[in-house]
């Protein structure tokens, strides 16, 4: 201790105790310095480090999301001019021919399916936000099978028509009288 002058108390301090005290005195500061780096600033570090790791990874989520969403997009972009065009080649420009066109497919299944049409009637054109509707009440005479053959290729047709009630009662022998309200829609472009 040759760099301190006699006259410090550290000094007279340290000359005057047993050497075991100081080692011990030198270990517990020690092991407060090691528990203070650990449990301190090591701490607040590793917990800092921790936050951001944590932070990248969500932000690597979201950036594997948002690629996801973005090829989904592209996607989705090529396919809408594909989509408008069939739109514009299904739905004609005038509703009433386009309604005609689906009354034609209703009358040509019925013969088709060997089905007699006894009464039509229909109602008046409705419009919505996703297009117009015209409701019309058919009725209809043939055999179970040829109603449902009927009504299965309504159902197949390339036109919106929606089939929203049926009434039936057996005439004679395996004949059915079926009265149905059909709606045939149109979608707006």
Not at 89 to 118: H, R, T
Not at 126 to 145: M, P, V
Request: aromatic fraction near 14%; include cysteine; glycine fraction near 6%.
């Amino acid at each position: 201790m040759y760099f301190m002058p006699k006259t410090n108390r550290w000094y007279s301090w340290a000359v005057h105790t047993k050497a075991t005290y100081r080692y011990g005195m030198s270990f517990a500061l020690l092991a407060i310095l090691i528990v203070g780096w650990r449990y301190g600033i090591y701490a607040w570090f590793d917990a800092a480090i921790n936050s951001e790791r944590r932070a990248i990874s969500q932000l690597q989520q979201q950036l594997i999301q948002l690629t996801w969403a973005e090829r989904l997009s592209k996607e989705l972009e090529d396919t809408l001019p594909m989509l408008r065009k069939q739109l514009q080649e299904f739905c004609p420009s005038s509703a009433s021919a386009w309604q005609q066109q689906q009354f034609d497919c209703v009358m040509m299944q019925a013969q088709k399916a060997g089905v007699q049409i006894s009464s039509y009637t229909d109602d008046k054109e409705k419009k919505k936000s996703w297009g117009s509707y015209r409701c019309a009440q058919l009725g209809t005479s043939g055999t179970y099978e040829q109603i449902g053959r009927f009504l299965t290729s309504l159902k197949q047709s390339p036109y919106m028509i929606q089939c929203n009630q049926l009434r039936g009662s057996r005439t004679e022998g395996d004949m059915f009288t079926v009265s149905c309200d059909l709606k045939f829609m149109m979608a707006g472009i």
